[in-house]
């Protein structure tokens, strides 16, 4: 039997997604193994959080000598988050064939969007190695792409939880996509300035935190409604799992310390666990 359009989307992105990490870690192996690359990715400054730098100078009173003990951790944390996103893409996928539920489809597609995160290691190299800067602010808006359709996915994940009536999930899935890459286009980079985040600077950082800010609030405030109006284990394990993406993905994202990238990973693993059951526990 041949398998449908959904089943071969689903199957593509999820091998995406592998090849995304699997590329992470070559190219993590090529920067540790190449002096000449390691060195170009010393000095860069920091964004510890929306709008906090700190100068290359100010790693040498903290844990990390500078921003290339920090760029290994950072490229290895966005490939176990990859693997964890896949894992508990697997298992949502079964729970959906068992008991279709339309808030199953938008937490995978948060997950699958944590998988384009690896390519900070790409956007590493590029500037490592001297590349076109085009090249690494593509793969930088791409990453705030994945950022954007994840952040919307869960927000109508939480919408679903407390019982949005519209059915075209496809059609819903696409206009997030479109939506997400008008809003990834549109953001100013700053071509100057590459971060130990190995992200290049946002040219308007306050609009992106702004609408960051606002979505995040949704999404948590949808998952607590839930929780509160319809009252029992299912909804309350599910805005729990809401609220540990929502703080994953910005430890995640931000993080270079190797304790703070670690309870990120177990933010995220702890959010899957309770998504996880709150989906299998059924309506």
Do not use: H
């Not at 900070?120 to 800067?133: N, W």
């Amino acid at each position: 039997m041949r398998p449908s359009a959904g089943t071969m989307s689903f199957f593509a992105t999820c091998l995406v997604v592998l090849l995304l990490a699997a590329g992470a870690v070559l190219v993590l192996i090529v920067l540790l193994a190449t002096p000449r690359l390691t060195d170009a990715l010393r000095a860069l400054p920091d964004n510890s959080w929306w709008f906090i730098y700190r100068t290359p100078a100010d790693f040498a009173a903290g844990p990390l000598t500078g921003s290339l003990a920090a760029a290994p951790w950072r490229i290895g944390a966005a490939i176990a988050s990859s693997v964890l996103s896949l894992l508990a893409v697997l298992r949502a996928r079964a729970l959906y064939r068992r008991s279709p539920s339309p808030i199953i489809p938008f937490l995978m597609m948060f997950l699958l969007a944590l998988g384009l995160e690896c390519l900070r290691a790409g956007t590493a190299l590029l500037v490592a190695a001297d590349s076109p800067i085009s090249f690494s602010v593509l793969l930088t808006r791409v990453i705030y792409w994945g950022r954007f359709v994840g952040l919307i996915g869960v927000l109508l994940a939480g919408l679903y939880a407390v019982e949005l009536k519209y059915t075209k999930i496809i059609v819903l899935g696409g206009l997030v996509l479109l939506v997400s890459f008008a809003m990834a286009a549109y953001i100013p980079v700053d071509r100057t300035v590459f971060l130990a985040q190995m992200t290049w600077k946002l040219g308007d950082e306050q609009s992106v935190w702004f609408l960051n800010l606002a979505l995040a609030a949704l999404a948590l405030l949808t998952g607590v409604v839930a929780a509160l109006v319809r009252k029992g284990r299912r909804t309350t394990l599910l805005a729990a799992g809401i609220a540990l993406f929502l703080i994953a993905r910005e430890v995640e994202f931000f993080a270079l310390l190797p304790a703070l990238l670690a309870a990120g990973l177990a933010a995220q693993a702890l959010g899957t666990v309770f998504s996880l059951r709150a989906l299998a526990a059924g309506k």
